[in-house]
């Protein structure tokens, strides 16, 4: 099993930071790509942004340029640092992993999600 712990959420004025954090533990023989997805009250849940395993990025284009991943592979973490928030980035934020773990026999890929953190941007 795989365990995501998220934290870093919070409130904060608009123009604020905020920076999050998620740490994948368990049974990983490797981490794949890693995401962050954000859910508003009454929309569906969105994609902010991804990193690979290489380091390759890709944002959502609201995202560009106020949002960085970024991932620590020897502790096993992503991060995201925010910044310029503005009221509509308040959301439940989501990571999510691809974890490859094996049973001494075959590997398995599986993503996992955190429990989500609250994200709230006051005007």
């Known amino acids: 099993q795989v365990q995501l712990v998220e934290s870093g959420g919070g409130l904060v004025q608009a123009g604020g930071s905020l920076r999050l954090s998620c740490s994948a533990s368990g049974n990983i023989f490797r981490i794949n790509a890693m995401a962050w997805y954000r859910q508003a009250p009454g929309k569906q849940r969105e994609l902010v942004a991804a990193?690979?395993?290489?380091?390759?990025?890709n944002y959502a284009d609201s995202m560009k340029g106020r949002f960085t991943i970024s991932r620590d592979n020897a502790k096993n973490t992503v991060y995201l640092q925010m910044s310029s928030l503005k009221p509509e980035d308040t959301a439940v934020y989501y990571c999510n992993v691809a974890v490859t773990y094996t049973n001494g026999i075959s590997a398995f890929t599986n993503d996992y999600w955190g429990q989500g953190t609250q994200v709230t941007v006051s005007s």
């Open positions: 990193i690979s395993s290489g380091g390759s990025t």
